[in-house]
């Protein structure tokens, strides 16, 4: 009997991401979507959003939120008003709203 290997894609991704964010484990959010990066697996703004949002529900991950922002500008994805309020959030849990003016001019 042979076994078949699902390969995963970026919907299958997005949602295990989007199920860490709800689950409050923003280090395996992190994990996946390096994991995606590391298959070549194109990334959403779907994808970027539950990782960032991940990242804003827990105190003190603004610098991993930024980070997660300039990749996606960097990868050429467009941000949305999921994402843009996701970061926005973060800063503002870690007091930093300097950071929050400045990704509406990334």
Do not use: H, Y
Not at 75 to 90: L, P, Y
């Amino acid at each position: 009997m042979s076994q078949s290997r699902v390969q995963p894609e970026m919907i299958t991704f997005s949602a295990a991401i989007s199920a860490c964010e709800k689950g409050l484990e923003w280090k395996n959010a992190l994990q996946l979507l390096c994991v995606m990066f590391q298959s070549k697996v194109e990334c959403s703004t779907t994808t970027f959003g539950a990782a960032i949002s991940a990242c804003a529900k827990t105190d003190g991950q603004w610098q991993s939120a930024l980070q997660l922002f300039r990749a996606m500008a960097e990868s050429e994805v467009e941000a949305d008003t999921v994402t843009f309020n996701a970061a926005t959030s973060a800063f503002e849990k870690g007091a930093e709203w300097e950071k929050a003016l400045q990704i509406f001019s990334v």
